[in-house]
């Protein structure tokens, strides 16, 4: 006998002719996050996988690691035993006198189709066997389907057997970097860190850009909340990117050119357009906000519809509909409630208007920020952004600073006689941003 995790994946069988291409994912997922432990083997075998280790092995480090890898509904340490019913049946009942619980259950998984036995079958004479060796020690232990104390779980596949009392909720969603890029805005508080996971649950790889202003004399700089957000969710998706764009310059000049009332919508639009523009340089597919429906003023359903006028990514909202308590649910279970807590200088709600506009339409902010230079704001915001790589490795996430080549391509390119005419076009004109931009996006150069 020799104890093994069992993983049991989530939602991966449902895809049909992808099975394949998101068990590999998978795999390769697990066997990343456990570098540098002592594990012997990643097996798949009968729709689950069988991780072999080292017997003397911290098994809680494991799952420490694995509790982080999506795609993984459940993990479970395991006695691993031939398939022969007696070994199996003492497996189970030392493991439940062990445990040794007033009441119990068996429930049995099979996979054999020749074992001679189905999974009701292996329930009642395991059930039979483990209810006696408990009463030898208190005569008053039941059988209790509906709630019982203690579960023993047997998993029977060709040739061998998994018995187990535990079993431990894996991140669930689909594998990392299985669906493609995506920009997300964070801005260091609850939401858009929450945003940003929701998507990487579902298989999509974030690329995170954050404004910052200067801090203020009580308060620290949202910068470092930004990176130790990305250092969190980083084991997530192995690696991460952040784009750190200061917004000062460009927040001084909303609040001077332009009317009081629109000054957030006007910072958001242009946050979310110099993110665009970091999504082509990223090839990223869509942008990712914490925005949840009427939240606040800049929320309401107009006013999110005005913010994306013209947009032409798609802007993901995974928190549209959720309230703050399940966000702040979420941010405790991902780690990175703590850091979105500490009081830091966010610049989203600098010179806050007395009186915002609750129910904006797009030809107001047009008209609101006339007197902008928004293409150059854009320009020199790519222009002064400074970027961080994060990487996930034996259990630590380690940051260095990165080149980003195709974001300066795209700011020379953006600078040039080219750049300053599609300027021109584009002024007043949200309409035309599309077509333009995806000119600039089948020109940018692979990196
Ligand atoms: P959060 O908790 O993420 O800050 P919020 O509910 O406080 O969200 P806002 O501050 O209005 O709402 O911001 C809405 C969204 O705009 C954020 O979730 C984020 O995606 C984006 N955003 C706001 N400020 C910044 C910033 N400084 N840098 C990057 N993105 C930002
Ligand atoms: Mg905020």
Known sequence: MSRVLVLHYHEIWLKGGNRRFFLSRLVAAVKRALAGLPVKSVVHVSERL???????????????RLRRVFGIAYIAVAEETPLELPVLTKAACDIMVKKNPRSFAVRA???????????????????????????????????NLEAPEATCWVEIIPERAYVYTERVAGAGGLPAATAGRLVTLLSG????????????????????????????????????????????????????????????GAQRQIVAGAPERYRVLLYRRLMARIARQVALAERALGLV???SVSQVASQTLHN??????????????????????????????????????QPFEDCCPRFLPRSPAIFAKPEELVHAEARLDIEGLITSSLEEAKVVDFKYSGGEVR????????????????????????????????????????????????R
């Open 50 to 64: 069988i991780l072999s280790v080292e017997n003397n092995m911290d098994h809680n480090l494991l799952l420490e």
């Open 109 to 143: 998984k099979m996979a054999a189709p020749n074992f001679g036995m189905n999974s009701m079958q292996v329930e009642r004479e395991l059930g039979r066997e483990i209810l006696q060796a408990l009463r030898a020690r208190s005569s008053d232990v039941r059988v």
């Open 189 to 248: 508080g609850f939401d858009s860190a929450v945003a940003a996971y929701k998507m990487m649950r579902r298989g999509a790889h974030s690329v995170f850009v954050h404004f910052y202003g200067s801090p203020g004399p009580s308060k620290s700089s949202s910068l470092q909340v930004a990176e130790e957000i990305v250092s969190t969710l980083t084991p997530y998706q192995f690696t991460s990117r952040l784009y750190e764009i200061p917004f000062d």
């Open 289 to 291: 906000t914490g925005d």
């Open 304 to 341: 999110l519809a005005t913010l994306d006028y013209g947009m032409d990514l798609p802007v993901y909202r995974p928190l549209a509909g959720d309230d703050k308590e399940d966000v702040v649910r979420w941010a405790r279970q991902i780690g990175t409630y703590s850091i979105s807590c």
């Open 399 to 446: 940051r260095q600073p990165a080149i980003p080549r195709r974001l300066q391509k795209l700011v020379l390119r953006r600078k040039t006689a080219d750049g300053q005419i599609a300027s021109q076009t584009h002024e007043g004109n949200l309409e035309q941003e599309g077509p333009r931009d995806r000119v600039e996006h089948a020109k940018a150069d692979p």
